[in-house]
């Protein structure tokens, strides 16, 4: 199961945090800095899989943005790895050749996204275009 | 198809009493049906809010009269329900109808039962306190041969469990997953991934990998285990570190079902050993963890005490140092090697494992093991150790250590040679001086300093560390201290406090404080508000709270226990503190789980050159010869895996050296093993089994009081003989009518089991429902009639002739097309009498019937000889008796024999069978007056509180009370007022008394007992009768 959903960048900056179990609000900065602290000290020739206390972090580098996934012990890593880049294609495909800028101004949307993808912190929809249909139906009802 | 005919089955009652003519289906659910549809069309025809409103209203009232009167059927009550899910839908409060939901769903056949789980699951949330109710029902359907059923039972599981609730079920689903029938159906779906998964992409190898996983938790099948392990090679051999996690990840899930696997990739598994990456060197530690056995344990714990003295983040020690003690203690291989090893636990773990480690490993010390002269040495040893570390300069221990150390000095200083205790004392003494210490380690200190003072003569040292301490400023030092200074004030006594080397005896505590008496008089004349223990006060405290006691399932937890930690949970008289000692009598049931490691492995290791590093000589195993040609696969592939690997370098060869040490004793021999002699490699530190005789007198003295209370019951001694003259006597009884019925219900008073239970089995209750029914239901065939009055004959000449015992109902426990095998159980006042009977269907003569019990090794079984009468012999029934004792305590077990006979001209026959048998039966009514069930209650250290929610408490002790009398067979001593008495023994001799205590919304159980894993088990079933019971 998942944990909680990061984005962060190289200065330690969050972009995005979702969690899908509570946590104290004053913990949650806490936990991001060593989250993100115990990715920047590993190297590409090591695993994408961290221990961290009692579960497991999955990650990815986008140019400067981490994005970290934390899960319990039940979860499959390698699908997570592969949940991280899925989501990052969705984006991709949204904001044609997203930027960390794009995931700034637009937080909303992303969250949708991400809304669409994890349900209580299962993954409950890979297919791009169904994940953002519910999306692009939202924009055009704005537009008209 | 049998959903429609259940349907028409259960309408029928319907339709007759509304004295119409059948219609069909259709017809019969018409008036029910209308009725929702009436409302819902009601609703729709409504113009307002506030008409809506009223409506429900009136809607809702009209439900809550039906669903409460008990008149309803559960046909009614299915309907009622969907009414009630449409008005909670649309927000009304229903709440009223939630007790009737579940009872629907306990209750209901399969259309029934379905609707009441669904409205449970529309009604309820997770934490919803009614749920309680609802796991009985849950368990029973996950065991139901209906499949429907299970169905139902496995949604609302998923649906509404909390996770308080889980381990009641999980078992039964984990059983359900591993069914061949489930599996089958799985087979070729995994068989097709597998096989399309070739795609070279990350996630084809997140689903490999959960196929993998898949494949080896269902039902095994042989194809499929070999494509999954192909898939495991894969994923270790590959040069991308991702993949290489994921294979040593599925190797650790699969390496406890197919060992061969490790023994194939043990070179990957060698290199990744020394991997730069940490979590690839912590996944491998995880592999290596699950190989652990007695041959390799010592490399394998090296390896993790390296890597555990390199990482700094506490929760990865806290789950290391757990599992190196864990290893230690089950696989040790001498004494030496397991004194350091828990020093180097102690020193790195320090004050943040497990608090089970330290007091674990003491308990081993001090319960000692079967080898007298070993379990000396180790203790000697941990002295010698311990003193050795101690004189190191400036270097500091965690606060743990210290207080294990000091308890191991304060116990077994007395076994050193060389040093007296005085010199003992002046090292804990230089460690009480110290900044470094805490006071609770000073507390431990004390007490070792205590005990050693017992021991030595005149000492300086002690009359420092009291000038001392005496004026500290912490009570519980200054306490220990002051106790230490009065009783060098009278040695005697002191040694009699403090013996040596007895800290397992128990010592008799005049628990209820008499000495005392007459100073709680006088403060109570004078007025003070009369004493109540503490739990008195947590249950009237949480009564006024209507807090839900959420403990119930005690028993089914602890028994799943994966690590067989638990931590004590007895009363201590004393404080803990003072490290004296407090555990005894817990002894058995926190006992290291020792025996139930899987031994998976044989004894051949990796290379056959090298002399085995692990291990001394002794057990290092036997050098295979060639490949013999009966080897299997695995075994041939290890060694090809090994040819390839023969261009050593010397850097190679070390790491063959590592793996051969690593993987020895992994191997195909273990099947032989198995099917020979048992393994050999047993545990070093074997606990004893600890049911010693009480030493001290004053202990005897205890004993004699239980002794004499159990002699004094009122025993009805049944002699075989009138048991045998009762069983022909019964013959006569079968020509006479069935008067069972008025006369069990009237025998009912005394009995502790209703003689009504007796025949539960028997159909008597079938039989008044033909009686009872107006209608006409099929009628069964003539010969199933035939054995039925056959049954309820014998029924009732087994409880004519056993006056008062009881029996229960004939149960068929195997069948072929010539014979049938019946058993009862007939609790007898000393013993549990098992009668077999084995009856020729064709009712012709039955030649050489014999039934053989085979042997079990929690029972002492003796056969009842010339039991098999004549009369019998000439009949078509042949009966067979044996006496059960139980020999060592067990909630359930199976008792399996066989029956061989020969029919006229027919080879001989053999056919086996098994009958389950639980501790219940093993429990008889102990009758004592109130006063020795106050002298006993006092003597029993073991005990159990349970709070169990009954509705309308106050009416109910009497009716509960009844029912523990008749379903446990508990004698009920007293009752006064709200409080109940019960008293009970486990045969031959182990008693167990338990006092209810009614409050306002539940009874307070506390059980005693001089065994400790009983009062536990009591209590789960006196849980489980009051959970079924009536009145919900």
Redesign the interface.
């Known amino acids: 199961m998942i944990k909680f959903f990061l984005m962060v960048n190289k200065q330690g900056q969050t972009r995005l945090s979702k969690y899908y179990e509570h946590v104290d609000i004053n913990r949650r900065t806490l936990l991001e800095t060593e989250v993100i602290k115990s990715c920047l000290s590993r190297s590409s020739?090591?695993?994408?899989?961290?221990?961290y206390?009692?579960f497991k972090l999955i990650y990815r580098q986008y140019a400067a943005l981490f994005i970290v996934v934390g899960v319990n012990d039940t979860e499959?890593?390698?699908?997570i790895?592969?949940f991280i880049?899925n989501f990052v294609e969705v984006l991709d495909e949204y904001f044609s050749r997203v930027s960390e800028l794009d995931i700034m101004f637009n937080l909303d949307k992303v969250h949708i996204i991400l809304d669409e993808m994890v349900l209580n912190g299962c993954i409950v929809e890979t297919n791009r275009a169904r994940i953002l249909a519910p999306l692009l139906i939202l924009d055009k009802m704005s537009e008209s | 198809m049998s959903d429609i005919v259940e349907r028409t089955l259960t309408a029928l009652p319907g339709l007759f009493l509304q004295s119409q003519p059948g219609g069909g289906p259709a017809a019969a659910k018409t008036p029910f049906s209308s009725r929702l549809g009436g409302l819902v069309r009601g609703v729709t025809a409504l113009s307002s809010k506030h008409e809506e409103e009223k409506l429900i209203q009136q809607e809702l009232s009209s439900l809550k009269a039906t669903v409460s009167a008990p008149t309803t059927t559960l046909k009614m009550m299915k309907e009622c329900m969907v009414r009630l899910m449409y008005c909670e839908m649309l927000g009304y409060d229903a709440s009223f109808g939630y007790i009737h939901a579940i009872k629907l769903a306990q209750q209901g056949n399969l259309l029934e039962k379905r609707v009441g789980y669904l409205a449970v699951s529309l009604f309820l949330h997770e934490s919803h306190e009614l749920l309680l109710l609802l796991v009985n029902t849950v368990v029973k359907d996950l065991q139901s041969t209906n499949l429907v059923e299970v169905c139902m039972a496995l949604t609302i599981v998923s649906q509404i469990f909390p996770r308080e609730m889980i381990p009641a079920v999980l078992p039964l689903i984990e059983d359900k997953l591993q069914h061949s029938k489930t599996s089958e159906l799985m087979y070729d779906v995994l068989d097709e991934s597998l096989r399309r998964a070739e795609l070279n992409h990350n996630v084809t190898y997140a689903i490999l990998f959960e196929c993998v996983h898949t494949v080896y938790s269902i039902y095994p099948k042989s194809e499929l285990l070999e494509k999954a392990a192909k898939c495991i090679g894969k994923f270790v051999l590959s040069p991308k570190i991702n993949l290489k996690y994921l294979g040593l990840k599925a190797l650790t899930c699969v390496v406890q079902q197919d060992p061969s696997l490790a023994l194939q990739h043990q070179m990957t598994i060698i290199e990744c050993l020394d991997h730069p990456d940490p979590i690839i060197k912590r996944e491998t530690l995880e592999l290596l963890y699950r190989i652990t056995n007695s041959q390799n344990v010592t490399v394998i714990v090296q390896k993790m005490l390296e890597y555990l003295h390199q990482s700094k983040e506490e929760y990865i020690i806290v789950n290391l140092v757990g599992k190196i003690a864990e290893l230690a203690e089950k696989y040790a291989p001498d004494n030496v090697w397991f004194i350091q090893t828990m020093n180097a636990v102690f020193s790195v773990g320090g004050d943040v494992m497990h608090p089970d480690i330290p007091s674990n490993f003491l308990r081993l010390l001090a319960e000692g093991f079967d080898d007298e002269m070993e379990e000396q040495q180790l203790r000697l040893y941990a002295v010698q150790s311990y003193l050795s570390l101690l004189d190191m300069e400036n270097v500091f221990y965690p606060q743990k250590f210290l207080q294990v150390m000091s308890w191991v000095l304060g116990e077994y200083s007395y076994l050193l040679d060389t040093e007296k205790p005085e010199d003992v004392i002046k090292r804990l003494y230089k460690l009480l001086m110290s900044d470094s210490i805490s006071s609770e380690t000073k507390a431990w200190l004390i007490a070792a300093v205590t005990k050693l003072t017992a021991q030595a003569q005149a000492s300086d040292t002690v009359e420092r560390v009291i000038q001392e301490f005496t004026v500290s400023l912490d009570t519980c030092i200054r306490q220990h201290t002051f106790e230490l200074k009065h009783l060098r004030e009278n040695v005697e006594v002191m040694k009699s406090l403090l013996p040596v080397n007895k800290s397992c005896e128990d010592m008799v505590v005049d628990a209820s404080l008499s000495f005392l008496d007459g100073y709680v008089a006088e403060g109570l004349s004078q007025g003070a508000a009369p004493y109540k223990p503490h739990h008195q006060r947590q249950e009237e405290k949480l009564s006024q709270e209507k807090v839900l006691n959420f403990e119930p399932y005690g028993l089914s937890f602890s028994s799943s226990g994966f690590t067989g930690r638990q931590s004590p949970a007895g009363i201590s008289l004393g404080s803990d503190i003072s490290g004296n000692s407090a555990e005894a009598g817990l002894k058995e049931t926190n006992s290291l789980k020792l025996e139930g490691v899987k031994k998976l492995w044989g004894k051949e290791g990796y290379l056959p050159q090298k002399e085995s590093a692990a291990g001394d000589g002794a057990e290092a195993p036997p050098l295979p010869p060639e490949v013999s040609p009966s080897e299997n696969i695995d075994q041939a592939a290890a060694k090809r895996t090994q040819a390839q690997v023969l261009a050593p370098s010397k850097e190679e060869k070390e790491k063959q050296l590592l793996a051969s040490s690593l993987f020895v004793g992994l191997g195909s021999e273990s099947t032989v093993s198995l099917l020979g002699k048992p393994d050999v490699i047993s545990h070093k530190f074997r606990r004893k089994s600890k049911v010693k005789a009480a030493k001290s007198g004053e202990a005897a003295s205890t004993h004699n009081l239980t002794c004499s209370s159990l002699n004094s019951l009122s025993h009805v001694a049944y002699e075989e003989n009138d048991y045998l003259t009762a069983l022909q006597d019964g013959e006569d009884t079968e020509s006479k009518d069935l008067p069972l019925g008025p006369e069990l219900s009237d025998s009912e008073s005394l009995s502790e089991l209703p003689l009504a239970e007796k025949v539960s089995d028997c159909s008597l209750s079938a039989l008044s429902l033909f009686a009872d029914s107006d209608m006409e239901i099929f009628q069964p065939p003539s010969s199933a009639a035939a054995s039925l009055t056959r049954d309820i004959a014998s029924a009732s000449c087994f409880l004519e002739e056993t006056a008062g015992d009881m029996c229960s109902g004939r149960m068929e426990v195997c069948s072929d097309e010539t014979v049938s095998v019946s058993s009862y159980k007939l609790w007898k006042d000393d013993c549990l009498l098992m009668v077999w009977s084995v009856t020729s269907k064709s009712g012709s003569q039955l030649k050489g019937a014999d039934l053989d019990i085979f042997p079990a090794q929690n029972f002492k079984i003796s056969e009842q000889r010339g039991c098999c009468l004549p009369v019998m012999e000439a009949g078509s029934t042949k009966n067979f008796q044996y006496s059960l004792q139980m020999e060592k305590p067990f909630t359930e077990e199976n008792l399996s024999g066989f029956v061989n006979y020969q029919m006229v001209d027919t080879h001989s026959v053999q056919l086996e069978f098994s009958v389950n048998l639980s501790l219940l039966d093993f429990i008889r009514p102990l009758k004592i007056s109130t006063e020795d069930f106050g002298k006993l209650w006092l003597s029993f250290a073991n005990d159990v509180k349970q709070n169990i929610k009954i509705s309308e408490p106050q009416a109910a002790l009497p009716s509960a009370l009844k029912m523990l009398q008749q379903k446990l067979r508990l004698h009920v001593v007293d009752i006064q007022g709200n409080e109940g008495l019960l008293a009970c023994r486990l045969l031959p001799s182990t008693s167990s008394l338990l006092h209810c205590r009614v409050h306002a919304d539940g009874l307070a159980l506390w059980f005693r007992s001089s065994c400790p894993a009983l009062p536990d088990y009591l209590s789960y079933q006196c849980q489980k009768v009051m959970m079924v019971g009536p009145g919900i």
């Open positions: 020739e090591q695993c994408s899989f961290i221990e206390k009692d499959n890593e390698m699908a790895y592969e880049h």
